[in-house]
């Protein structure tokens, strides 16, 4: 089976910037599952992992406008004071979630009356390399098709209906098996 439309991904990946420092990573971790051809992940990402197989391991080079988009100047602006909650002591780097909007907002800024703070993802004009290792595909039902991003899913919870008692073993039923086809 490979990476299409409505279909369930389970997948490691670390992502790493351009001077190659890693960012983030799933191995050694909880895998990330997705439902692809919903918009649930990053263009770049989704257009990388698009017909490829379970066990394909590859790496990919994401530039910004692919991923989290440029920085754009219009979302670093001045606020109030007023704005953050007074027994809270500001710093440049911190984050906070937005009231109004469900969004993070990072302080880049700390004035006496004023706070400037950038709306931008923090990754914005960021080219980003990942290295990607595709754990399991797999069909996907209604309910994943609306929600998209399923998230981090935890190898002990994984379940598999398969008769081959392996979890892993890489085959094309609801679980990931199909153990039929002598492939386990």
Do not use: W
Not at 14 to 26: F, P
């Amino acid at each position: 089976m490979k990476v299409s439309k409505h279909k369930v991904v389970r997948f490691h990946y670390s992502i790493k910037d351009s001077s190659g420092e890693i960012l983030d990573s799933t191995f050694g971790e909880a895998p990330m599952e997705y439902v692809h051809g919903v918009d649930a992940i990053m263009e770049g990402l989704e257009k990388a992992l698009d017909g490829k197989e379970v066990n394909s391991s590859f790496e990919v080079h994401i530039p910004s406008d692919e991923a989290y988009g440029p920085k754009e100047d219009e979302l670093i602006f001045k606020v109030a004071r007023s704005q953050f909650p007074p027994d809270v002591e500001l710093e440049v780097g911190d984050i906070f979630n937005t009231s109004e909007q469900d969004y993070e907002v990072t302080i880049i800024e700390v004035n006496d009356d004023e706070i400037v703070i950038d709306a931008n993802h923090p990754l914005a004009g960021e080219d980003l390399s990942f290295d990607i290792n595709i754990l399991n595909i797999r069909d996907a039902n209604e309910t994943e098709i609306k929600n998209g991003l399923l998230g981090f899913i935890n190898d002990e919870d994984y379940e598999c209906d398969c008769d081959c008692d392996d979890e892993d073993c890489g085959c094309d039923d609801d679980c990931g098996c199909d153990c039929g086809d002598g492939d386990c």
